[in-house]
């Protein structure tokens, strides 16, 4: 079956780094993405990783190993305003987005 | 990055109405706009995907009589929930993909439509 498994909640401290992990199973593969999503309001794309690496867009980093179906998304330099959901999704063959549940990011001062 | 509306962002009706939410991509051409339903802290669910000019898909458990989607261009689809009750509050997004500038493939969301059934 096609499963996305990602911490439920994080808590980090505002300055600092937090890394959340995300693990996928889906039928094929087109890219793995990263979204933030805060309360009320539809997703916004953050990123999209296909090739195994790192890719780096200013505060945010996203890693992707494909043999290992894992990634992760970096945040550095938080800011109270990063404090909002981030959802992993998974492309299958027929192009579909696969979601995880989301992981929900607390900053504290 | 490339632009999605959704109209309107928020509805309330009585029980038994019908609503439409209108999804248009405003500076390229979607080829594939997906329909997405979420409940209150959980995750994003595909309700149906529709390419332009063909019968919308519905993911399982997805009521097609219930939810009508019209994909009659390549920058506009239409969700109508008919017949709307209580249950069916929820937070629908729409999403579009194709091709934008600089080549990628990309999707992209709406800002969502707070449905109210009372």
């Known amino acids: 079956g096609q499963n996305i498994d990602q911490p439920t909640e994080m808590t980090a401290t505002e300055g600092a780094i937090v890394q959340i992990n995300c693990t996928y199973q889906?039928?094929?593969?087109?890219?793995l993405f990263w979204y933030q999503q805060h309360a009320g309001e539809a997703p916004t794309f953050l990123s999209y990783?296909?090739l195994d690496g790192l890719e780096e867009k200013g505060r945010f980093s996203s890693f992707l190993s494909r043999s290992k179906g894992y990634s992760y998304l970096l945040l550095k330099e938080l800011q109270m305003k990063d404090s909002a959901s981030y959802l992993c999704a998974s492309m299958d063959s027929n192009y579909q987005l696969i979601w995880g549940a989301g992981t929900k990011l607390i900053i504290k001062p | 990055g490339a632009v999605v509306s959704q109209h309107p962002s928020r509805v309330i009706c009585k029980s038994g109405t019908s609503v439409k939410i209108e999804c248009r991509s405003l500076d390229f051409q979607a080829t594939t706009m997906f329909w997405y339903r979420q409940f209150p802290k959980q995750s994003l669910m595909l309700m149906a995907t529709s390419n332009e000019g063909s019968k919308a898909t519905y993911e399982q458990g997805v009521e097609k009589d219930k939810f009508l989607i019209n994909h009659a261009s390549l920058t506009l689809s239409t969700l109508t929930v008919t017949s709307a009750h209580p249950e069916d509050s929820s937070f629908y997004i729409c999403?579009?993909?194709?091709?934008?500038?600089?080549?990628?493939?990309?999707?992209?969301f709406g800002p969502g439509t707070r449905l109210t059934v009372l």
């Open positions: 999403s579009a993909r194709g091709w934008v500038t600089g080549g990628a493939n990309e999707q992209f």
């Open positions: 990783n296909v």
């Open positions: 889906t039928s094929g593969f087109n890219g």
